[in-house]
């Protein structure tokens, strides 16, 4: 039917078919790793990370960060669009999950925290689960000075944590609502107190930490950060590219902006230096809308970086408006290639 005047049969029609969208989804991995202990959920299964590379690439079609980027700006985006992210930079990123990209053929961008680089160092976050979540004898009272008041905690019985203890609460994350152990619920209260710690402070209250905990500040051998020469190999192959994840991975809303400048460019000069070539795209740490500002997001513009990844959900549409410096995401799980598939099938949906 032609109604005079209307002038749009074709676009009425297509939207009551409601066609298939051109859309993407991107995806966000931190750690490709069989945990002992996985408080913060970052870790998936080189098993279960397989099915999720197999399954992409058998019904999606992957995109590296680049392809996207050039496929919004051109109209050209393809549907069921899926982008690879890992978070942080972690040594396994070349160890578990590039053979497994490789095979599927599957391209990848990795946003490393340019500060740990060659650090020896954990992720404090993996530190002060060291420190706290494994089997030992620490001090009964545990008392911070922490960012201008002073806390202390008293862990009873849990001062000794034994084996058995520590297997019956491998599964505990901090999602969960209850802390099994007095050990649990300081690592819980550490971990938020810390987040927007200077790091100057955080790496005080660690060393505080240790000292308490009896232990020296040798990093474990599958926590670490990929090195200089590991991260050359990374991207040797061109399927894996690096971004960059800041210096030290703050809370960047709480850095002023001279801090958050640093942060930011000197994390780009740092990677290119090791890499010898660009790094154009960037993701926030922790990436929520509280953790960087509108002032944030005008800095990694500025600094030359082409786009930036957030941490909130969404899908990419050619139909929507997108802003390249904060794309969103969607944070894997450790789910098997089925449960992995539904997710998928649901975000596209949303
Ligand atoms: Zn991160």
Redesign the pocket.
């Given at each position: 039917m032609r109604v005079r005047g209307l002038g749009r049969p074709r676009r009425a029609w297509r939207w009551a078919t409601a066609p298939v969208r051109s859309e993407a989804v991107i995806l966000l991995y931190h750690r490709v790793f069989e945990a002992p202990l996985d408080p913060q959920l970052l870790c998936v299964t080189p098993a279960n990370f397989s099915a999720h590379m197999e399954h992409l690439q058998r019904r999606y079609r992957v995109l590296s960060l680049e392809e996207l980027r050039q496929a919004v700006g051109e109209g050209t985006l393809p549907k069921r669009a899926v982008v690879v992210t890992f978070?942080?930079g972690y040594a396994d990123n070349l160890w578990n999950a590039q053979p497994i990209l490789e095979r599927y053929g599957v391209p990848a961008t990795v946003?490393v925290?340019a500060g740990y680089v060659a650090q020896e160092l954990e992720f404090w976050w993996d530190e002060v689960e060291r420190l706290l979540l494994h089997p030992g004898r620490v001090p009964r009272t545990l008392r911070m000075d922490l960012d201008g008041g002073i806390y202390e905690w008293d862990l009873g019985d849990a001062a000794e944590y034994t084996t058995a203890e520590f297997e019956r609460h491998r599964g505990w994350h901090v999602l969960m609502k209850g802390d099994p152990t007095p050990r649990h619920r300081v690592y819980r209260e550490l971990c938020r107190l810390m987040r927007p710690l200077p790091d100057a402070e955080r790496r005080r209250v660690l060393d505080g930490l240790r000292k308490w905990a009896g232990v020296d500040g040798r990093f474990r051998w599958d926590y670490r950060p990929l090195s200089g020469p590991e991260l050359l190999e990374l991207t040797r192959g061109r399927l894996v590219e690096t971004g960059a994840?800041t210096l030290i991975?703050p809370v960047l809303s709480a850095l002023s902006l001279e801090e958050q400048h640093r942060e930011i460019s000197e994390s780009k000069a740092t990677l290119e230096a090791v890499l010898g070539r660009p790094v154009v795209h960037f993701?926030y740490?922790?990436g929520s809308r509280a953790d960087y500002t509108l002032e944030t997001v005008a800095l990694v513009r500025e600094a030359g970086f082409e786009g930036a990844c957030s941490n909130f959900a969404g899908t990419v549409s050619a139909g929507r408006r997108l802003d390249l410096y904060q794309m969103p995401r969607f944070l894997v799980r450790n789910w098997t290639g089925e449960e992995f598939a539904r997710r998928l099938t649901r975000w596209f949906r949303e």
């Open positions: 978070d942080d946003f925290a994840h991975h993701a740490p922790y």
